[in-house]
């Protein structure tokens, strides 16, 4: 966006990612912003997935709809300020990131955007992770054996891949679920409830399945698996060789068989850092592919052999923290690799004071928050990456008073630290277990979408009819 002749350049931040970190990075900083900025929320949907019901929703028919959500009032504007162009959503693939630009797409002339380059004075990396395949709605196929097809990420063409992947659920015989994480136990749990006789077998690497969890999570998830007649191996491993195309037997790295007519493979989630890593190598560690950053969520260097940081003291958890853990351990469910959550417990007013100074960086301007950050232990979830961008957003508009050297320009930088941890995970169409606050319990399942609208208003679209989730 150009700016009048004489006048100073609009200052613009970028929030890269719009799912659950994202969007609270960008509706923070744009509540915030001061004059003569501008901040735009970059998406390659043109709607939030809400990732945790797609289990549920790829198994049971006729509520597609309610895990897209549309990003058309993210910003939660009021109705006479929703075409401001202060606040901008733009669906668009990112190409690649620079220090202070990220190259999209296509140009936005409608935007201000004349070429494919967009120039940010800060930004927001929440592009999480490339979720596994019976969920990728981007890069896999329904059946995960047909060729690609052209993919734009419209509500239009993810519910069609949606019901196709119904359709192949329904017509297998024999389902091999592959990763006893929490997607592996809901995907076995509700396609044994939709269709109680097929065969479903869930295989999972280790002796006990959500072993970061109090054992009781496990002991009550075997009984209901075995409750609900899916067959369950642990501490086996499949022979991925035997898993050819067109197969119907295959077998365990210790040469057991199993019939699949299918297989779902639930075995974890990859960070989505590879524009990180262009950027700056040394900023993603190149076993995890998470993103070093400080306490601050800024961006940072991993530090070298020779180099060594303290260890900040945690802060106490907060009470909103401990209510939005409960809100989010209702629709949360962890994929495989992701077996625990830990709920951030900083806040505006709750400060670490581990450090008087400051952790430098070489970009003290780039936030990375959710998946794709290596948060101090906190695993990736939907609540943690709320409270890591809320922490990056009060970050942002803090340096942004320090530039105008407001009033409050010396406030210290907000710190995250992780706290204890939370999970729901679904059994089926009528029971969940779940561990908040340390205390794990049984509850009856009373929706068959989850309460897929909880979540609709977090995005700025709040549900008052069921039809309002067609949009």
């Given at each position: ?82 075409t ?90 024999s ?15 509700d ?35 075995e ?56 900023t993603?560690?190149?076993g ?36 939005l ?75 942004i ?21 939370a999970?729901k ?47």
């Amino acid at each position: 966006m150009g700016p009048a002749h004489g006048l100073a350049p609009t200052k613009t931040v970028v929030v890269l990612g719009g799912a659950y970190g994202g969007a609270r990075a960008a509706q923070l900083i744009a509540a915030g912003l001061p004059d003569g900025w501008r901040i735009f929320l970059i998406d390659r949907n043109s709607h939030a997935n809400h990732v945790y019901i797609l289990p549920r929703l790829a198994v049971l028919a006729g509520h597609e709809h309610k895990a897209f959500i549309p990003y058309d009032n993210i910003f939660n504007a009021p109705e006479n300020a929703k075409t401001d162009a202060k606040y901008t959503f733009i669906q668009a693939q990112i190409q690649s990131l620079s220090t202070h630009s990220v190259k999209l797409s296509r140009a936005f002339p409608e935007h201000g955007i004349e070429t494919d380059t967009l120039h940010f004075d800060y930004a927001v990396y929440a592009l999480g992770s490339h979720l596994p395949s019976p969920l990728n709605l981007w890069n896999s196929t329904p059946d995960e054996k047909s060729p690609l097809h052209a993919y734009g990420g419209t509500k239009a063409e993810s519910i069609a891949w949606i019901k196709r992947k119904q359709h192949t659920i329904e017509d297998a015989g024999s389902i091999l679920i592959v990763g006893g994480g929490a997607l592996g136990i809901q995907f076995a749990t509700d396609i044994a409830a939709v269709y109680p006789g097929k065969a479903v077998t869930l295989l999972h690497s280790r002796h006990r399945l959500l072993p970061r969890f109090d054992n009781a999570m496990h002991t009550e998830i075997l009984q209901a698996l075995e409750s609900a007649d899916v067959e369950v191996i642990l501490g086996e491993r499949l022979d991925l060789a035997t898993a050819k195309p067109g197969a119907r037997v295959v077998h365990t790295q210790s040469g057991r068989e199993i019939r699949a007519d299918l297989i779902l493979l639930c075995t974890g989630q990859r960070p989505n850092t590879e524009f990180l890593r262009e950027l700056d190598a040394r900023t993603v560690d190149p076993g995890t592919a998470l993103a070093h950053v400080l306490r601050t969520m800024q961006l940072a260097p991993a530090p070298g052999p020779a180099e060594t940081q303290g260890t900040p003291a945690s802060d106490p958890p907060s009470d909103n923290a401990d209510a939005l853990a409960a809100d989010f351990a209702q629709i949360a469910l962890q994929a495989e690799g992701a077996d625990d959550t830990d709920v951030s417990t900083a806040s505006d007013s709750d400060e670490s004071a581990a450090t008087d100074l400051e952790e430098a960086t070489s970009y003290p301007h780039i936030f990375v928050v959710g998946d794709a950050a290596d948060a101090f232990g906190a695993i990736p979830a939907g609540h943690n990456a709320y409270y890591q961008a809320e922490v990056a957003a009060r970050n942002v508009l803090r340096l942004i008073r320090r530039s105008a050297e407001e009033h409050d320009a010396n406030a210290p930088l907000e710190r995250y630290a992780p706290g204890a941890p939370a999970i729901k995970v679904s059994l089926g169409l009528k029971k969940n277990v779940y561990e908040v606050a340390g205390v794990v319990g049984v509850a009856v399942e009373t929706r068959d979408d989850l309460n897929a609208a909880a979540m609709w208003s977090y995005f700025g679209s709040p549900v008052t009819d069921e039809a309002d989730m067609y949009r």
